[in-house]
T-cell receptor
């Protein structure tokens, strides 16, 4: 049981490049979310999913796409990276939100 | 808009003291609240939760208090230890059409001095 696995742990992109941050969970959780955390800040919700095939936007969705084709995976796509997207990205999953989310260890992304 | 915020960004205490971390929320529809602990370089970890039909909930060395009248949460840590040093976040969930959304506050940095 690995919990929530995020890859890569570190990434440097050039402005305009695209990439996908991977997130996988092996707990059969229905709920999954992506957050970004800027230095000295709280976590802001980018996108979330309440089950396979169902996604919705959070507070800061612009510049990001998601899809949920399986229960296990919830990739986050950066369409055209910008320096403002430099941040630490956390993926989280939960059987039900009311039991709290389990977080991955994060992906530290730098856009130059 | 909906937001969850904290009164104090930093808190320094001596080992063995009790710590109190505060959180204000603005969404009156929120009916579920969670406290998370985040250590440096790690993802947030669940500490304790409380539902809006409760005023108080206790865990191991931690107590969460909820005052719905003034939309205020607090996390009390008893006999604070150096291992409690971390950033603490409150988070809220409004249920209904927002059931999948967990909104976080800014965070409080707790430093425990030996």
């Amino acid at each position: 049981n690995a919990g929530v696995t995020q890859t890569p742990k570190f990434q440097v992109l050039k402005t305009g490049q695209s990439m996908t941050l991977q997130c996988a969970q092996d707990m059969n959780h229905e709920y999954m979310s992506w957050y970004r955390q800027d230095p000295g800040m709280g976590l802001r919700l980018i996108h979330y999913s309440v089950g396979a095939g169902i996604t919705d936007q959070g507070e800061v969705p612009n510049g990001y796409n998601v899809s949920r084709s399986t229960t296990e995976d919830f990739p986050l796509r950066l369409l055209s990276a910008a320096p403002s997207q430099t941040s630490v990205y956390f993926c989280a999953s939960s059987q039900t939100v009311r039991y709290g989310y389990t977080f991955g260890s994060g992906t530290r992304l730098t856009v130059v | 808009g909906e937001s969850v915020g904290l009164h104090l960004p930093t808190l320094s205490v001596q080992e063995g003291d009790n710590s109190i971390i505060n959180c204000a929320y603005s969404n009156s529809a929120s009916d579920y609240f969670i406290w998370y602990k985040q250590e440096s370089g790690k993802g947030p970890q669940f500490i304790i939760d409380i539902r809006s039909n409760m005023d108080k909930r206790q865990g191991q060395r931690v107590t969460v208090l909820l005052n719905k009248t003034v939309k205020h949460l607090s996390l009390q840590i008893a006999a604070t230890q150096p291992g409690d040093s971390a950033v603490y976040f409150c988070a809220e969930n409004a249920g209904g059409t927002s059931y999948g959304k967990l909104t976080f506050g800014q965070g409080t940095i707790l430093t425990v001095h030996p």
